[in-house]
């Protein structure tokens, strides 16, 4: 029998982390990072990764695994993700995907094959120079032209993607989404959804949001500011990271940063959906006014094999 593997996912805010915990209590699981932004060290309040109190509940893979300023790929993410996985499997264990990074979740339970396109030094540091003299929003433009399939699946945000995705075409003559293939791996997958209206998806964000501020956040980025990290690092592009910064930096007050991460991560969590589609019939979603235990209870009822 194949062996069986929960993935969790759905917009920020929704409560993704604490279903995964009770799963993981009721199955014996342990939970695998699929958050591109919770893998780095030093940026936990922002990125609203689990608490310590939290990790010692149950085990937890992939979460602060590199430094801020240290690169990170998709493919590195895919192999680091397998291995978790295949060592969870081996201790009889059940492992859950839990996060909101489309290409982390689909590049694991779809198989995706990353195309080994070799770096172009020259052409990334073109790119590079355009984003910082025109903006990325100029370069995610003419990746949307260029190849519309690879830009509806990266973060505008995300700067060093668009790159990639512009790199790899420009370099191969062939768009970036053509040259990702799929190789489903033999998982029993179930895979969890959680959803709510939009209303109410927004008040969470902004009580997480003020939350984020009395916890500590406009400290977290004056100490990664003076550990030498700078706002220009893509790591920084984390929802909030820049805006605290140019409220530290004088050019803005608190309020207004406050007001300018809500909007954003209203923005970010519309996008989200464009990779977890509520018409996606591989998904099983519950509105997050549901009890939790009966989601559980119904994993469990449908997990086969340990």
Not at 246 to 263: A, H, M, T, Y
């Amino acid at each position: 029998m194949n062996k069986p593997l929960i993935a969790i996912v759905g917009p920020t805010a929704v409560g993704k982390t604490g279903l995964a915990i009770e799963i993981a209590q009721r199955i014996d699981g342990e939970i695998v990072n699929a958050d591109s932004r919770q893998i780095y060290r030093y940026m936990d309040i922002g990125t609203a990764k689990p608490t310590p109190e939290e990790q010692t509940v149950v085990p937890h893979h992939l979460f602060d695994i590199i430094d801020p300023d240290e690169e990170f790929s998709l493919a590195l993410y895919r192999d680091s993700a397998t291995k978790s996985i295949s060592d969870i499997h081996k201790k009889e264990k059940l492992p859950i995907i839990v996060g909101g990074s489309g290409q982390y979740i689909w590049g694991i339970l779809e198989g995706w094959t990353i195309p080994e396109v070799p770096p172009n030094p020259q052409l990334r540091q073109e790119l590079e120079s355009r984003a910082e003299c025109e903006g990325g929003d100029t370069l995610y433009q003419e990746l949307q032209n260029l190849d519309p399939e690879a830009a509806a699946k990266i973060d505008p945000r995300n700067v060093r993607r668009v790159i990639r995705a512009l790199e790899v075409c420009h370099s191969t003559g062939e768009l970036f989404s053509d040259l990702r293939k799929k190789n489903p791996p033999d998982y029993d997958m179930q895979i969890l959804g959680l959803t709510t209206d939009r209303t109410r998806l927004y008040d969470r964000i902004d009580r997480r949001v003020d939350i984020m501020i009395e916890q500590g956040f406009v400290e977290e980025v004056r100490g990664l500011l003076e550990r030498g990290y700078s706002l220009d690092l893509p790591a920084m592009s984390s929802l909030g990271y820049r805006e605290i910064g140019r409220f530290i930096n004088g050019e803005i007050d608190l309020p207004e940063v406050s007001q300018q991460i809500k909007f954003a991560t209203h923005k970010f969590a519309r996008h989200q959906y464009s990779w977890f589609r509520l018409s996606d019939s591989r998904i099983q979603w519950f509105d997050i006014g549901e009890d939790n235990a009966r989601i559980v209870a119904q994993v469990e009822a449908n997990v086969r094999y340990l």
